[in-house]
């Protein structure tokens, strides 16, 4: 296992805290219970070795399980992701000075009693976002343990020894910390990879059908909640299958992927493109009427059929384009995408049908009698 734990450039780093954030919040939601019984696990010890003040001792441990359980209880209620570390924070906080006080009122518990400190500390690794947040995270406990073992007036033995147990925990937990962070940024990666793979055509590297379908279902919803139109436009390529006749599926390719190129480049960074499929393309255009869908339609024709593509041999191809536009003050309806894409499907092929190479808005989704073909 490689053991990169450098950071990510921002976007991507801020993707990855945001990841291990959300996996924090499961955490404090299942493991909250098993915190409060390993803080006070070791009661029957503090009976062994000190029966006249194990009590005390252990009214200190339930103390610190009753923060440790709230806090459980605080997530699984507010479900407040941005949460999720300060509450993971407190019940770390809460678990090592349960304990550290309680060793304090046991005779000789910084002596014989620094195992259940260890084990308690040890369980930082899994609840930092990485090697940096752990640090932080032992920031309050440190100072919490100092300030306990100066009001306890241990003798200088017990201090010594506390110290070195301690320095060990943290070093150990320090490289669990840095072997958790490279394996938690390498599964982002492959996760990111994944993602990427399962939503990119192949072909064009452009969206796949599956993460256009995703982005029309957001928008759609968006469009309602906002009262704002949503327009799309469905892109074929004109004569394609007389490309692939006569220079080849290759060449044919080489022009998929030009025609995409050409097409992407003259919309809005806001505006969703890619291909639907076979030679089809797709753009999906939040907060735009028709009027406005129509001349980025005609934009994105014309810089296709303005120069051959820089293909071998260069190519002159054109498109037919089809636009429909979502009412902006309607609610959503169950397949209402799949309407809106029917409706800039017909208009498409009354382009073709009508000369092809233009685009042409909707009209009455029943009437389908474009033809279909190249």
């Known amino acids: 296992m490689s053991f990169d734990t ?9 993707q990855f805290r945001a990841t291990r954030l959300a996996a924090l919040v499961d955490v404090n939601l299942t493991t909250y219970w098993l915190v409060a019984v390993l803080v006070m696990v070791f009661s029957w010890w503090d009976w062994f070795v000190d029966p006249v003040n194990w009590t005390s001792a252990l009214v200190i441990r339930s103390a610190g399980s009753l923060v440790i359980l709230g806090s459980g209880i605080v997530q699984r ?5 941005e949460w ?12 090592v000075l349960a304990v550290a006080s309680a060793l304090a009122v046991l005779k000789d518990g910084y002596v014989v ?4 400190l260890v084990a308690v500390m040890l369980a930082g690794p899994y609840i930092a976002l990485d090697r940096r947040d752990l640090l932080k995270l032992n920031v309050v406990p440190l100072a919490g343990i100092a300030a306990i073992m100066y009001a306890a007036g241990l003798d200088r033995f017990a201090v010594v020894n506390a110290a070195i147990f301690i320095a060990m925990a943290i070093a150990i937990s320090l490289l669990l910390a840095r072997v958790f962070e490279a394996a938690n940024r390498r599964a982002f990666l492959l996760e990111q ?51 692939n006749d006569r220079w080849g599926h ?20 806001s505006d969703a493109f890619g291909r639907w499929g076979g030679e089809e393309f797709l753009a999906i255009l939040p907060d735009t009427k028709l009027d406005d869908a129509l001349v980025l ?41 799949d309407t809106l894409l029917g409706i800039a499907d017909e208009a498409m092929y009354r382009a073709k049908a009508e000369g092809r190479n233009r685009a042409l808005p909707a009209r009455d989704p029943k009437a389908r009698n474009g033809v279909r073909g190249n």
Request: some cysteine; glycine content about 6%; overall charge positive.
């Open 6 to 14: 450098k950071p990510f450039p921002p976007p991507i780093e801020a």
């Open 193 to 243: 990879a994944l993602t990427r793979e399962a939503r990119t055509d192949a072909l064009t590297g452009l969206l796949n059908r599956r993460a256009l379908a995703e982005i029309a279902q957001r928008e759609l919803a968006r469009s309602a909640r906002r009262g704002a139109p949503l327009s799309v436009i469905l892109c074929d390529v004109d004569h394609f299958k007389s490309i």
């Open 77 to 81: 209620v507010t479900r407040r992701i």
């Open 250 to 269: 290759a060449a044919g390719d080489r022009a998929i992927r030009a025609v995409g190129e050409r097409l992407h480049g003259e919309l809005r960074e």
């Open 113 to 116: 009693g620094l195992a259940g």
């Open 297 to 337: 339609a005609e934009r994105m024709r014309r810089a296709l059929s303005a120069s051959p593509l820089p293909t071998d041999p260069p190519l002159a191809v054109t498109v037919s384009l089809g636009v429909a536009t979502r009412p902006d003050s309607a609610s959503t309806t169950p397949g209402e995408w």
């Open 84 to 95: 999720a570390s300060a509450i993971a924070k407190t019940r770390y906080a809460a678990s």
